[in-house]
């Protein structure tokens, strides 16, 4: 049996309304730039992909 010190916090914690401290959102902010831009970056070529113009010229 499991001393009460040595129990991992209740799962209600993490997802209870308002419950997420900064630290906790920097932490979903930083995981998620990535797929996020990934997402971006993919929809933005396609675009240009239909619209003809497979290259950004402006770079």
């Known amino acids: 049996m499991a001393s009460p010190a040595k129990a991992s916090p209740p799962a209600e ?4 309304p308002g419950g ?3 630290g906790d959102l920097d932490e979903l902010a930083r995981r998620l730039v ?3 831009g ?3 970056r993919t929809e933005l070529r396609r675009g240009r992909e ?3 113009r497979p290259y950004d010229l402006r770079r």
């Not at 914690?13 to 209870?16: D, F, I, L, P």
């Open 20 to 22: 997420a401290g900064p």
């Open 50 to 52: 239909r619209a003809g």
């Open 13 to 16: 914690s993490a997802t209870a």
């Open 38 to 40: 990934r997402l971006l």
């Open 34 to 36: 990535e797929p996020v």
